[in-house]
């Protein structure tokens, strides 16, 4: 029995074949991956996957590739550290991060989806891949490129961080840096992906891509022996990693692997582009889309594909989705790297920012087994807390100078 059975509409369950397509010609809605859950139950279990690679791989029955050839076969199953310090200064008892700051092999959660989206191109034929990108998908995509031999194209908006940038760079992809926001690059890759045979990882095999992140979710429920958190703090760009943790909780039960919970999916958006917050603040289910305004530039889309399930997810199982200020985000960057000695990127300083609002707000309370999730790593946006660290101590390389100028 074949474990894949095609795409289907996430809207009107019209099918597809497993082909490079992401809507509905019917009714316009997002496609996904069809699963026969039948077919996988019979092949996986504690012990199949537990014998499986030290990876993200080890799940490879529930993601969309078939091929034996992985691109980016070291990435995934990053430690998932119970964080006594930053509980205790939030008033938390059992709370856990998910660090993907540490992500093989460019320090995000991106290296997930583009593991899948690349081995999945390869056995679909390609030979050249592409991306509309925040910074962290393009050094994803430029880094398993030069893995896999792709052709690579990445293009970015013309404001990133000079972390992000390089960070691309250093794989010789053909870089394109656009006069724009997110947004404007994003239409323009989707006007360019309809004239070239190019698999671009989130728009035409958008698909396949979005189910990496299914994977951040079993490996918190293994690494939790188990079982699911009470609660999930998640950061929200265009949705679909918050909407892709909730949907690999709900397979684990589906498959017996984890009892059943409702773990309750909390979003998290700076102000200066909260979109969803904000929706979901106001009680809709529709984005109004923003030109994005922050720092935190690895989340800034104005107009977030996967926004309206992001907010049906935190809604139907309980969470809330809140934004915080740039300043918020630098003083959880700096709270994180001070409690627990992990230097993580914007997005993860907007993470700790909303898991003290929550706490402070009471949705989450200190017994809940709470997970956030750390997606991206601090030393690609240095500029975000250059002015809010403190400076060294300059002094002479004598003994005296160290004595006048160093309290110790
Ligand atoms: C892309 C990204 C996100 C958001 O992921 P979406 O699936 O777009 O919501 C969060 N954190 C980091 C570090 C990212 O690079």
């Excluded at 099918?15 to 026969?36: I, Q, S």
């Excluded at 998910?98 to 081995?119: E, G, I, M, Q, W």
């Excluded at 920012?353 to 706490?359: F, G, T």
């Amino acid at each position: 029995m074949d474990r894949i059975k095609g795409l289907i509409c996430r809207e009107c369950s019209r099918e597809y074949p497993a082909e490079d397509l992401h809507v509905c010609e019917f009714c316009f809605g997002p496609l996904e991956v069809n699963y026969n859950y039948d077919a996988i139950k019979q092949s996986i279990s504690h012990q199949s996957l537990r014998d499986g690679p030290p990876s993200m791989w080890r799940y490879k029955d529930l993601l969309p590739v078939t091929d034996k050839q992985i691109v980016g076969e070291n990435s995934g199953f990053t430690p998932l550290i119970k964080a006594e310090n930053l509980g205790r200064e939030l008033g938390l008892n059992n709370l856990y991060l998910k660090n993907d700051s540490v992500n093989h092999p460019t320090l995000s959660f991106k290296d997930r989806v583009v593991s899948v989206a690349l081995t999945r191109a390869k056995e679909m034929g390609f030979d050249t891949v592409a991306c509309a990108s925040t910074g962290n998908l393009g050094n994803a995509v430029a880094a398993l490129a030069a893995e896999a031999g792709f052709r690579c194209f990445i293009f970015i908006p013309g404001d990133l961080e000079v972390g992000k940038v390089v960070g691309s760079q250093i794989y010789e992809p053909t870089l394109v840096s656009v006069d724009g926001s997110y947004d404007d690059v994003n239409r323009l890759c989707s006007e360019i992906a309809n004239e070239v045979p190019w698999a671009f990882v989130n728009i035409n095999i958008r698909p396949y891509y979005s189910e990496g992140s299914k994977t951040l979710a079993y490996e918190t429920a293994e690494q939790m022996g188990w079982t699911a958190p009470d609660q999930v703090v998640v950061p929200i760009g265009s949705g679909s990693l918050l909407t892709k943790i909730y949907k690999g909780f709900q397979e684990l039960q589906m498959l017996g692997l984890i009892p059943e919970a409702k773990v309750k999916t909390n979003g998290a958006q700076a102000e200066g582009c909260s979109p969803v917050a904000t929706a979901f603040r106001e009680g809709r289910d529709f984005i109004k889309p923003v030109r994005p305004e922050t720092i935190a530039k690895s989340i800034a889309i104005g107009n977030p594909a996967d926004g309206y399930y992001a907010i049906r997810v935190a809604t139907e199982t309980g969470g809330v989705i809140e934004s915080v200020t740039d300043d918020e985000l630098v003083e959880g960057m700096l709270t994180l790297g001070r409690t627990e000695g992990i230097f993580t990127e914007t997005a993860g300083g907007v993470t700790v920012a909303v898991l003290k609002k929550l706490v402070e707000q009471g949705k989450i309370a200190p017994d809940d087994r709470t997970v956030a999730y750390i997606t991206g790593n601090g030393l690609k946006t240095q500029e975000a807390i250059m002015g809010a660290v403190k400076s060294p101590i300059k002094i002479k390389p004598q003994f005296s100078d160290f004595k006048d100028q160093v309290k110790i």
